[in-house]
C-alpha cells in the first residue's frame, strides 16, 4: 500500500510585510509616547532610582579619585620643593660655617699681628696648629712649621694675648708645642707692676676651672694683689722676658709665711688655638 508523505508548506511573512508592521508599532509607541506617559512614567522611575543615584555615585568617585590625584600631585610638589630648599639651607650652613671659621681665623691674624708688632725687635714666624693630645686643652700640640723654616728647640710661641709656650721637639716640617698649662710645664714669672718674682705651675687639672697655679712669691710683696699681670721674668732661662702668662684671681700667704701662692687667670684661651706665633729669637743665657 503505498504511504503518501505530505511534504508541509513553511509558513513565511514577507518582508514587506514584516517593515510594514514594525514600522507601524514604532509609529504607535511614538504616538502612545506623544500623547500620554504610560511609557515614560516607569522609565522615568526606573531612571530616578536606579540610574540617576549610579550616575551620582560614578560622579562622586570620580571627583574623590581626582581630588586624591590632585593632593597627591601637591604633596608630590611640596616634597620636590622641601628638598630644593634643604639643600639651599644645608649650602647656606656650609657657607656660614665657612664665613664664620674665616672671621675667626681673621680675629686670630690680626691678633697675631698686634703681637708682632708689639714683639718687633723678635723676629717671628706664623704656624697652624695641626694636631694634639687628646682632651679639651692645647697642652701639648703640633705645628706645621720646622727646622725647614728655621725653627728650634726652646723657642717662645705665643698666641692671642700672650704666653702659649715653648717648642720641645722639632722636625723638617713640623715642631711639638708644650704650652705653659701642662703639668710639666714650669716658667719663671714676674709681677709686672712690682717686679717680684714666683714660679708658674701648669695644671691641667686646676686648668678645668680656667686657671693654673703660681708659688714662691715673696711674703714681702704687699702691693701684689688680684688682677695684677703676670709676664715671664728676666731670670728664666728659655723664656723670653715680658711674655705675659696671666692675671692674678686668687692669692694666699702659705703655712711657712714666708712665701704666698695663689691661681691666674691665663691670658691665652688654651681651649681654641689654630694659629701661633713662634718668635726664633732664643733666650740668651750668657
Given at each position: 500500500?503505498?504511504?503518501?508523505?505530505?511534504?508541509?508548506?513553511?509558513?513565511?511573512?514577507?518582508?514587506r510585510?514584516?517593515?510594514?508592521?514594525l514600522?507601524?508599532?514604532?509609529?504607535?509607541?511614538?504616538?502612545?509616547?506623544?500623547f500620554?506617559?504610560?511609557?515614560?512614567?516607569?522609565?522615568?522611575?526606573f531612571?530616578s532610582y536606579?540610574?540617576?543615584?549610579?550616575?551620582n555615585?560614578?560622579n562622586?568617585v570620580?571627583?574623590?579619585f581626582?581630588?586624591r590625584i590632585?593632593?597627591?600631585?601637591?604633596l608630590?610638589?611640596?616634597v620636590s620643593q622641601n628638598?630644593?630648599l634643604?639643600e639651599?639651607?644645608?649650602q647656606?650652613?656650609?657657607?656660614?660655617?665657612?664665613?664664620?671659621?674665616?672671621?675667626y681665623?681673621?680675629?686670630?691674624?690680626?691678633?697675631?699681628?698686634?703681637?708682632?708688632?708689639q714683639?718687633?725687635?723678635?723676629?717671628t714666624?706664623?704656624?697652624?696648629v695641626?694636631?694634639?693630645d687628646?682632651g679639651?686643652?692645647f697642652?701639648?700640640?703640633l705645628?706645621d712649621?720646622?727646622t725647614?723654616?728655621?725653627?728650634?728647640?726652646?723657642?717662645n710661641?705665643?698666641?692671642?694675648?700672650g704666653?702659649?709656650?715653648?717648642?720641645?721637639?722639632?722636625?723638617?716640617?713640623w715642631a711639638t708645642?708644650?704650652?705653659?698649662?701642662d703639668d710639666?710645664?714650669?716658667?719663671?714669672g714676674?709681677?709686672?707692676s712690682?717686679?717680684?718674682t714666683l714660679?708658674?705651675?701648669g695644671?691641667?687639672?686646676?686648668?678645668?676651672?680656667?686657671?693654673i697655679?703660681?708659688?714662691?712669691?715673696s711674703?714681702?710683696?704687699?702691693?701684689?694683689?688680684?688682677g695684677?699681670?703676670?709676664?715671664t721674668?728676666?731670670?728664666?732661662n728659655?723664656?723670653l722676658?715680658?711674655?705675659?702668662?696671666?692675671y692674678?684671681?686668687?692669692i694666699d700667704?702659705d703655712a711657712?709665711?714666708?712665701?704666698k701662692s695663689g691661681?691666674l687667670?691665663?691670658?691665652?684661651d688654651f681651649?681654641?688655638?689654630?694659629?701661633v706665633?713662634?718668635?726664633k729669637?732664643?733666650?740668651q743665657t750668657?
Open positions: 500500500m503505498a504511504r503518501l508523505h505530505l511534504k508541509r508548506k513553511k509558513f513565511e511573512i514577507p518582508d510585510y514584516v517593515l510594514l508592521i514600522s507601524g508599532v514604532c509609529v504607535l509607541l511614538m504616538l502612545i509616547t506623544y500620554t506617559n504610560v511609557i515614560s512614567r516607569p522609565l522615568s522611575t531612571a536606579v540610574v540617576v543615584p549610579f550616575e555615585g560614578l562622586k570620580g571627583s574623590a581626582e581630588t590632585s593632593e597627591l600631585q601637591s608630590k610638589d611640596v628638598e630644593a634643604q639651599q639651607v644645608d647656606l650652613k656650609i657657607e656660614n660655617n665657612q664665613l664664620a671659621e674665616d672671621r681665623e681673621l680675629s686670630e691674624l690680626r691678633s697675631l699681628y698686634g703681637l708682632s708688632d714683639f718687633s725687635e723678635y723676629e714666624v706664623g704656624a697652624r695641626i694636631g694634639k687628646p679639651n686643652w697642652s701639648v700640640f705645628i712649621k720646622g725647614d723654616d728655621g725653627l728650634a728647640v726652646d723657642m710661641v705665643i698666641s692671642g694675648s704666653l702659649v709656650g715653648i717648642i720641645t721637639e722639632v722636625g723638617p716640617n708645642v708644650r704650652s705653659c698649662i710639666a710645664s714650669n716658667v719663671s714676674m709681677v709686672l712690682s717686679s717680684d714660679m708658674v705651675n695644671s691641667l687639672k686646676l686648668m678645668e676651672s680656667g686657671e697655679s703660681f708659688s714662691q712669691l711674703d714681702e710683696s704687699d702691693k701684689v694683689g688680684v695684677d699681670e703676670i709676664v721674668s728676666n731670670i728664666s728659655k723664656y722676658p715680658g711674655l705675659t702668662i696671666g692674678i684671681s686668687s700667704t711657712n709665711n714666708l712665701t691661681t687667670t691665663p691670658a691665652v681651649r681654641h688655638i689654630n694659629i706665633l713662634v718668635i729669637n732664643l733666650k750668657k
